[in-house]
């Protein structure tokens, strides 16, 4: 079992430490396409996935999810989130387990969803229909201070309702100066780079698990793949995830790391519970 360089009380004890009012934003990886980010006292869980639910699941059967890593934070610890994110359904993005909890100890908590999946998220979380914000790819809408875009993510492909609003979303974050882009999962489609190319990305967040038909499991990105979309959108950091959660889903962050070299894209590698930060933002 990988044990997170932080996890628990003094992953907490990080977080409150690091809340300073700079214009900077502090980042924590959580494991698998989990992070929270700080910014000015305002705390965005995205595509938390806090349980053991899945492992679970799938332990009496031919596919388990044999967790890799210790989990960081027990999510009922959260109790200062103010917004939370889910790009799809899949349950390592809309865990019930996680999400229960953080609902219950944040009353307040704002939850962006697709909107094509509204229905589907009120009977997984068991919540009121009304209570998620909705978005879709090309829209936006501005939460305490954030905006958020919506942003088409294929998984494997760009999968649509019957209303047309697309079913797996990555999102972009703008905040204070700062860009954030975050994928949830997903492969490279036509037009993609054209699209996040304007939002002059700070900082992406990218899977690199790959694409491998005999896991049964929808593909992402490999780690040439994210290191290349980094580089073709511009973005001047790209932090990989979504590996190392699952013995039979992951991939070795090497490929990524030489692919970044090669192509003389920065990039950062965290451990479970790690926290990169930004630095003040320049005036």
């Not at 090669?262 to 950062?268: E, S, T």
């Amino acid at each position: 079992m990988i044990r997170p360089v932080q996890s628990h009380a003094p992953l907490l004890a990080d977080i409150r430490a690091a809340d300073r009012r700079d214009g900077g934003f502090r980042l924590w990886w959580l494991g698998q396409s989990g992070f929270l980010l700080q910014w000015q006292g305002i705390h965005v869980l995205l595509d938390p996935y806090l349980s053991d639910s899945l492992t679970r699941k799938y332990s009496q059967t031919d596919k388990p999810h044999v967790r890799m890593t210790a989990l960081v934070i027990d999510p009922g610890q959260l109790s200062f989130v103010d917004i939370a994110t889910s790009s799809h359904n899949h349950t390592d993005h809309l865990d019930a387990e996680t999400l229960g909890p953080i609902l219950s100890g944040n009353p307040g908590l704002k939850l962006v969803i697709p909107e094509a999946n509204r229905s589907f998220v009120a009977d997984r979380l068991k919540i009121d229909a009304t209570v998620p914000i909705g978005l879709d790819d090309g829209r936006t809408i501005e939460l305490l201070g954030l905006q958020f875009f919506g942003v088409a993510s294929a998984h494997e492909t760009v999968e649509r309702d019957e209303q047309g609003r697309v079913k797996a979303l990555g999102y972009v974050l703008q905040f204070g100066g700062w860009t954030l882009y975050h994928s949830g999962d997903t492969l490279r489609y036509d037009g993609m780079a054209e699209k996040l190319r304007p939002f002059a990305i700070d900082v992406a967040l990218l899977p690199i698990n790959g694409r491998v038909p005999e896991r049964r499991v929808p593909g992402n990105l490999s780690g040439p793949e994210a290191a290349q979309l980094a580089h073709d959108i511009g973005a001047k950091l790209v932090i990989p995830c979504h590996y190392a959660m699952f013995e039979f889903n992951t991939a070795s962050p090497d490929a990524f790391v030489s692919a970044c070299r090669c192509l003389d894209q920065p990039f950062r590698i965290l451990r479970g519970g790690e926290r990169y930060d930004s630095g003040a933002k320049a005036e």
